[in-house]
């Protein structure tokens, strides 16, 4: 999980690096594009895998929502520094709870409501509307972790049906898919440099990914989500030492805030998920 926070981070710092010359559709269809190679040690047992009709249009839904996301994220880059997008691309675990409530049916208790609550009022502190202007990445920010949050729902709808690795091809496929015609509306000649950037972007984001899924594999979220808040460190430090950025209390007040907001609802669920599976009384015994 460290190693997937680092590669994380990785892809920030080398999206901001990139910059806006690019524009953010073009810069996200390329990311996704080049990363399809690191597809191609598994093309052979996702080539025999035979998805039912309803899981193409969820693997294409979520795809289509995917790609709004990366594309506001990758704006956002551009915009804001990098510890405000660090610390509020954290609301997403939180839309993810609130969307569960809504659309799958999980009930939603007083103590997740309230932080729930907490988490919004974490990133109220690192808006501070009406005490500074909000910049349009701030916005887009809010709008990715949205769109990230539906696009977990949708994925953890089709993880529990399908093969996990499945689900990560059919998202890299979809997103490419979905950024076309976002992307040949604004699309300029791209520099050599520009290109090995996305390559590297690409191969950090892929990296991430299969570290996490192997983080998961080896331990219960509740010891490695907490490691994944490393990020935000990070990032701070990243944003002051290699790009100049101030580091701004309210942003890691907030981003500590939403942390402990979202490390609360990740013990909850893990609670929950051993009191389910947990026999009771006698039967713990023999």
Not at 72 to 86: C, G, K, S
Not at 203 to 216: C, E, I, Q, V
Request: glycine residues 10%; positive net charge; proline residues 6%.
């Amino acid at each position: 999980m460290l190693a997937a926070g680092l590669c994380f981070v990785a892809v920030t710092a080398l999206v901001k690096y990139l910059g806006d010359r690019v524009p953010a559709p073009q810069s996200a269809f390329l990311r996704y594009l080049l990363g399809l190679v690191f597809l191609l040690p598994a093309l052979r047992p996702l080539l025999r895998a035979r998805p039912t009709r309803r899981q193409h249009v969820l693997f294409g839904v979520r795809g289509l929502f995917h790609a709004m996301g990366v594309m506001l994220w990758f704006y956002a880059m551009t915009r804001i520094p990098l510890a405000e997008v660090t610390a509020m691309n954290y609301l997403s675990p939180v839309y993810v709870t609130v969307g569960a409530a809504l659309f799958l049916g999980e009930r939603l208790a007083l103590r997740r409501i309230g932080a729930v609550a907490v988490a919004l009022a974490g990133a109220m502190v690192i808006l501070r509307p009406g005490f500074r202007e909000l910049d349009p990445g701030h916005l887009a920010m809010l709008g990715t972790a949205a769109i990230f949050g539906a696009s977990y729902l949708l994925g953890k709808v089709v993880s529990d049906e399908t093969d996990p690795a499945l689900v990560v091809a059919m998202l890299s496929v979809w997103v490419t898919v979905g950024l076309v015609p976002f992307a040949a509306a604004v699309w300029i000649a791209p520099t050599l440099a520009e290109l090995g950037v996305l390559l590297a972007v690409a191969f950090f984001a892929t990296g991430g990914h299969y570290a996490m899924s192997l983080a998961f594999r080896a331990a219960p979220v509740t010891v490695t989500q907490p490691v994944t808040f490393l990020q935000l460190v990070w990032a701070v430090i990243l944003g002051a030492a290699v790009f100049g950025e101030a580091i701004d209390p309210f942003v890691v007040t907030g981003g500590l805030i939403i942390i402990g907001a979202v490390s609360f609802i990740t013990w909850r669920e893990a609670m929950l998920k051993r009191r389910a599976i947990t026999p009771a009384g006698p039967e713990t015994k023999g």
